[in-house]
């Protein structure tokens, strides 16, 4: 099981974290990664970790959003920095069977959490 946290309402430039607890398995195991899926729009991979914790992010995050891990929490974040409105979305995290940005690699998915980012 998957359960993601930290989302709601900042403005322009503001920053969030958002954590991904994982249940049932080890997330340090496996290649993990968030995605944001905005009204009428397809789920979109932007941050990705292998178990091995190699990162890849979309250019339109990339120097602004971090992905890690705490395995000791077995917990997997995103530290989200600079908002900006096209941000604003339903964020999941998700267990992948491979180091993939292709949602059908993905076996596992959080219920997501609302970002909201005011001009």
């Known amino acids: 099981q998957l359960v993601e946290s930290g989302g709601g309402s900042v403005k322009f430039v503001g920053s969030l974290i958002l954590s991904c607890s994982a249940s049932?398995?080890?997330?340090?195991?496996?290649?993990m990664g968030w995605f944001r899926q905005a009204p009428g729009q397809e789920r979109k991979g932007f941050a990705i970790?292998?178990?091995?914790?190699?990162?890849s992010y979309a250019g339109s995050v990339k120097g602004r959003f971090t992905i890690s891990r705490d395995n000791a929490k077995n917990t997997l974040y995103l530290q989200m920095n600079s908002l900006k409105p096209e941000d604003s979305g339903t964020y999941s995290c998700?267990?992948?069977?491979?180091?993939?940005?292709?949602?059908?690699?993905?076996?596992?998915w959080g219920p997501g959490t609302q970002v909201t980012v005011s001009s």
């Open positions: 998700g267990r992948a069977r491979a180091y993939s940005w292709l949602t059908s690699d993905y076996d596992l």
């Open positions: 970790i292998s178990f091995r914790g190699d990162t």
């Open positions: 049932g398995f080890r997330s340090n195991s496996e290649s």
